[in-house]
């Protein structure tokens, strides 16, 4: 009976059902370390990849800091860097004192002195350094009829002495000039961040005041130049401060001229009122200049000979004798810019004829800018200058007649004459052109050729070994042309060829230091030598 309970139990089937449970959870047990191990493995990486993270960041940020202090002090060295304050003159009101006028060389760099002085003087308490800023100024003026009115008003003895004046104050300083500034020209300056300081010399005109309140939000960037009497406006309308320079400008107005009127409001621009000028009652022109000596104009046939055309640089006068003066009457000369001026001529009184070496004029562009006139003519004569075809400010098309003989100018002893070679003033023009340029030097080219891109047709063609392919605008062949005519030609001053580009004495004068291109500058004395 015994027997049969113990084998009924059956303890080797129970022992296996047991050991395989046994290793099930064994397995599970094994399967649990392995998963625990491999998290732990990872957490630890995840640690160490933290800790790297950690100081990335920390050195980013430090790199971030140290970028901000270098980014901060370049920008310190960008906004001191060629800073400037600009000087803004309507010529038209604001005069120049006589004594200044009076001898328009000597006056004109005294100017230019004084003005550069007190404008630095006036930037003392601003916070501008004085000593690393630049003063530019610009004048703009309608010349010719500003001319007239100083001459009838005996502050200068002819016309041209405000010529030579508005010449020699150009060239006492490479930042001072004369030219007809645009509407935009006040706008242009006041975004650039380079400039500090706008003085504005223009309280004579209500007509500024409607543009100047645009900017009363920066009050402190305008300082407004008071000459005569500021209108009430200026001071009642805007918040700028008013300054004087009464050792420059003159703080009266000419003798008999009344003072501007009140604009109507109206529109979104300013509208210049019609200043009135003086009436003079008498007026008595210097007897006439000798006549000139007519020059040789060679043809393109290269055949001398005496052509009174447009083109002549010096014209032959009137042969016969002027009519004798008969009873006076009264003729009225209008002008763009001023009401009337009238005056008591003589009947049919000839007009003097002014010296060769003053038939120099500054004259405009038509881009906001001037040149002087090389000298010509003042009857039947086509003013030409290189601010009119060289130094361009935007496209413009030169009307040519196809009838009119190719001419080149001599002077009276033969030597061949250049137009002045005005450098262009659009900076941006010389850095695209420059960059073209380098571009064609890195390949087979030495350089843009002067006759394809200057005449518009290469004399070599594909022989020639500079570049005819890449296009250039205007404004980067009026650079091309400034920079051709900064070579001499190997021919000097007996030069023919019509399509020559280069000069034909020294452009450097007086500051050349080469000793073949002073003895040139001698032989040509000076280019003085007209007659």
């Not at 900064?486 to 034909?504: A, I, K, M, V």
């Amino acid at each position: 009976m015994l027997g049969e309970n113990f084998t009924d139990l059956n303890f080797r089937a129970q022992f296996e059902s047991l050991a395989a449970h046994e290793k099930t959870k064994d397995l599970l047990i094994n399967d649990t370390l392995k998963t625990l191990e491999r998290y732990v493995q990872e957490v630890k990486t995840l640690t160490f990849e933290l800790e790297d993270a950690k100081k990335s960041r920390r050195w980013y940020q430090e790199e971030v800091e140290q970028l901000k202090i270098q980014a901060g002090d370049s920008q310190k060295i960008v906004t001191s860097r060629n800073n400037f304050v600009v000087v803004l003159v309507d010529g038209d009101g604001a005069l120049f004192l006589d004594e200044l006028l009076e001898k328009p060389r000597e006056g004109a760099n005294e100017a230019a002195r004084r003005l550069s002085h007190n404008v630095k003087i006036s930037l003392r308490d601003s916070g501008v350094d004085t000593d690393k800023v630049t003063v530019i100024v610009r004048i703009f003026a309608n010349l010719n009829d500003l001319a007239k009115t100083l001459c009838l008003t005996n502050v200068i003895t002819a016309r041209s002495d405000l010529n030579t004046f508005a010449e020699q104050f150009t060239v006492s300083r490479g930042e001072f000039d004369f030219i007809n500034v645009g509407p935009d020209m006040l706008d242009h300056y006041h975004n650039n961040f380079q400039c500090k300081r706008i003085f504005f010399a223009g309280c004579h005109d209500n007509g500024y005041v409607n543009e100047l309140q645009k900017y009363t939000s920066d009050p402190d960037r305008i300082v407004l130049i008071e000459t005569t009497p500021a209108q009430p406006t200026f001071k009642d309308l805007l918040p700028f401060a008013i300054t004087r320079f009464d050792n420059i400008f003159r703080s009266t107005s000419l003798t008999g001229e009344e003072v501007y009127p009140t604009p109507t409001s109206g529109g979104n621009s300013p509208t210049r009122p019609t200043p009135v000028r003086p009436v003079l009652t008498s007026y008595t022109p210097s007897p006439p200049r000798p006549t000139p000596v007519q020059p040789v104009i060679l043809n393109s046939s290269n055949s001398p000979r005496q052509t009174p055309t447009k083109s002549t640089l010096i014209q032959k006068a009137p042969s016969q004798e002027p009519p004798k003066p008969s009873t006076p009457i009264t003729t009225q000369i209008q002008t763009p810019a001023y009401t009337s001026i009238q005056h008591n001529l003589p009947l049919q009184q000839p007009q003097p004829q002014p010296h060769p070496s003053q038939w120099s004029n500054i004259i405009s562009s038509g881009n906001g800018g001037v040149s002087v006139r090389y000298p010509q003519a003042p009857a039947q004569a086509t003013p030409q200058s290189y601010a009119s075809a060289g130094g361009l400010g935007s496209h413009q098309n030169i009307s040519i007649k196809t009838d009119k003989a190719r001419t080149i100018e001599y002077n009276a002893t033969g030597l061949r004459l250049d137009t002045p070679n005005k450098k262009p003033t659009d900076q941006s023009a010389f850095d695209t052109y420059f960059i073209k340029l380098s571009k064609v030097k890195n390949g087979d080219c030495r350089g843009f050729c002067n006759y394809k891109y200057l005449q518009g047709k290469c004399k070599r063609d594909s022989s020639c070994p500079m570049e005819h392919e890449v296009v250039l605008s205007e404004r980067e062949i009026a650079v091309h042309r400034y920079r051709a005519r900064l070579g001499q030609c190997t021919n000097g001053p007996t030069c023919c060829d019509w399509t020559c580009c280069f000069s034909h004495h020294c452009p450097y004068v007086p500051n050349c230091t080469s000793s073949d291109l002073l003895k040139l500058y001698d032989l040509l004395a000076g280019l003085s030598v007209w007659l």
